[in-house]
């Protein structure tokens, strides 16, 4: 298994310019999430998915769109990219629901730059 | 919604000594806890959490305690090593709503020879 794989690994854009980042999982996972990690404040939940076919806004969702088309992945988009969201990108799944499927699984991240 | 503080931002240990991560959470209806460690480069990895029915849980040279009353939980690394350097992030979820999780700033773990 490859377990959670992000693509690209690393992005240079303009402001302005778009862009899709891809997340993928081999696992089965019922839901996924995309956070963004800034310096000294974490990690922050943009948008996740319970399921194919379903999105919700999480703590930043602003600037960003994303789709589940396919069980397996889970696309985050921006549309029109701003200086402030310059940030490492990770993906996530999680199996489903609580008792012992609590623990998300992260991919490698993305490293985005906005000039 | 949830708001998760984590404290030391940085720590600085020799080998062998303990290290101890604290996190505080503000919604009592919070009942799941884990612990992620992200090493340079890499994405976070779970290496420990705990529930809210339970006070304490151990796996080898770490541990969490959780104070329900309080609402705060710690890590405690035991017999650190130089591998165990790194970020540590708590977080805190509420049951249903996607099993979304709220974390903290983070903590960065040092630990000199």
């Known amino acids: 298994n490859a377990g959670v794989t992000q693509t690209p690994k690393f992005r240079v854009l303009k402001t302005g310019q778009s862009m899709t980042l891809l997340c993928a999982q081999d696992m089965n996972h019922e839901y996924m999430y995309w956070y963004r990690q800034d310096p000294g404040m974490g990690l922050r939940l943009i948008h996740y998915?319970?399921?194919?076919?379903?999105?919700a806004k999480g703590e930043v969702p602003d600037g960003y769109n994303v789709s589940r088309l396919k069980k397996q992945n889970f696309l985050l988009g921006l549309e029109s990219a701003a200086p402030s969201q310059t940030s490492v990108y990770f993906c996530?799944?999680?199996?489903?629901?609580?008792?012992?499927?609590?623990?998300?699984?992260f991919g490698p991240g993305t490293r985005l730059t906005v000039l | 919604g949830e708001n998760v503080e984590q404290h030391p931002s940085t720590l600085s240990v020799q080998e062998g000594d303990s290290a101890v991560i604290k996190c505080t959470y503000s919604d009592s209806a919070s009942n799941y806890f884990p612990w992620y460690k992200q090493e340079l480069g890499k994405g976070p990895q779970l290496i420990i959490d705990i529930r809210s029915n339970v006070g304490e849980k151990k796996d080898q040279r770490i541990a969490v305690t959780l104070n329900k009353t309080a609402k705060h939980f710690s890590l405690h690394i035991t017999e650190t090593q130089p591998e165990d350097s790194a970020v540590y992030f708590c977080a805190a979820s509420r049951p249903g709503g996607g099993n979304k999780l709220t974390f903290g700033t983070g903590t960065q773990l040092k630990v000199e020879l």
């Open positions: 998915s319970v399921g194919e076919g379903t999105t």
């Open positions: 996530a799944s999680n199996l489903r629901g609580g008792g012992a499927d609590n623990e998300q699984f």
